[in-house]
Nanobody, 132 residues
């Protein structure tokens, strides 16, 4: 059973930074994907960033971002620590929400990498609040 645990959420002022972590177990990155999603109150859960491992080695991974976070967020993985990170810089109030990591078996074309319906396993979420 794949297990994911998020951490690193908190409250920051606009322009600040946070790094979220997603610790995974019973999951290999090669040929699979881990995504970050967020959900604001009253809104649907949306894809933020996804990283997919290579065929045999995770390596630096193939990444894909929502337009709203390009240039501000960076997703990465540490294959030794079995952890995926989401570095969030220049945070804005509209980045507020509960952030979830999710995993799927198998790769996807770019157009589907932020589709929450394509991910089978989910963490419990971590809250991010950006406010002055």
């Amino acid at each position: 059973q794949v297990h994911l645990v998020e951490s690193g959420g908190g409250s920051v002022q606009p322009g600040g930074s946070l790094r979220l972590s997603c610790a995974t177990s019973q999951f290999t990155y090669g040929g699979n994907c881990v995504g970050w999603f967020r959900q604001a109150p009253g809104k649907e859960r949306e894809g933020v960033a996804t990283i997919c491992g290579g065929g045999f080695y995770a390596g630096p991974g193939r990444t894909h971002y929502a337009d709203s976070v390009i240039g501000r967020f960076t997703v990465s993985l540490d294959n030794v620590k079995n952890t995926v990170y989401l570095q969030m810089n220049t945070l804005k109030p509209e980045d507020t929400g509960t952030y979830y990591c999710a995993a799927r078996g198998g790769l996807l074309p770019d157009a589907l990498l932020l589709d929450r319906a394509k991910f089978q396993w989910w963490g419990q979420g971590t809250q991010v609040t950006v406010s002055s």
